[in-house]
């Protein structure tokens, strides 16, 4: 099973650059997140979606867009790099209910 | 706001200790609690999942335990290998929200050979 699939694994940016992460679920799951993890600041939320067609903010939304058109796909768009949204970045899923959540192997940003 | 905190930061063994790991989380009103493994360079792999109503759950060598209205949970790994080596991470999902977790910052554990 693929669980959850992030592209891409790596990604250098210049800074103002933009660029979309896609995040994939095969297990028909309802709830999609993305979080980024920083040194010495845990995994923070940055936008979460309860289903088809919809988003909302978590707690580090600046800089950041989200789209979920399709049930399976999450995308976190950056329209304009900064050096502080280098950091790595964490797709989850989970069904409803009191499921747990699943997460992705991460995407490594650098932006310079 | 809810705050989960794991304490220690870090903790290095000897092979085939058992040991105990801590988080803690300021509002009780919480669904569920999970607990992660973070391997470097990795992403997080679901260890136990405890329900608000349940006091504990366990999986082979790991037994978590949650006591809700004190506001925490303790992760207990039995004989210890230097497989367990990695980051643990709880993560609690509020009632009031139903959706976020928030996360403590981990417990990097070592277990030496």
């Known amino acids: 099973n693929a669980g959850v699939t992030q592209t891409p694994k790596f990604r250098v940016l210049k800074t103002g650059q933009s660029m979309t992460l896609l995040c994939a679920q095969d297990?028909?799951?309802?709830?999609m997140y993305w979080y980024r993890q920083d040194p010495g600041m845990g995994l923070r939320l940055i936008h979460y979606s309860v289903g088809e067609g919809t988003t909302a903010k978590g707690e580090v939304p600046d800089g950041y867009n989200v789209s979920r058109l399709k049930k399976q796909n999450f995308l976190l768009g950056l329209e304009s790099a900064a050096p502080s949204q280098t950091s790595v970045y964490f797709c989850?899923?989970?069904?409803?209910?009191?499921?747990?959540?699943?997460f992705g192997q991460g995407t490594r940003l650098t932006v310079v | 706001k809810q705050e989960v905190t794991q304490i220690p930061a870090a903790l290095s063994v000897p092979e085939g200790e058992n040991l105990v790991l801590n988080c803690s989380f300021t509002d009780s009103a919480i669904y569920n609690l999970q607990w992660f493994r973070q391997d470097p360079g990795k992403g997080l792999t679901s260890l136990l999942l405890?329900?608000?109503?349940?006091r504990e759950q366990t999986s082979g060598r790991l037994n978590a335990s949650l006591d809700k209205s004190s506001g925490r949970s303790t992760l207990y790994i039995a004989a210890s290998q230097p497989g367990d080596s990695a980051t643990y991470l709880c993560a609690v999902r509020p009632e009031t929200s139903g959706s976020r977790l928030t996360f403590g910052e981990g417990t990097q554990l070592t277990v030496n050979p």
């Open positions: 405890i329900q608000s109503s349940q």
């Open positions: 297990m028909n799951h309802e709830y």
């Open positions: 989850a899923s989970r069904n409803g209910g009191g499921t747990e959540a699943f």
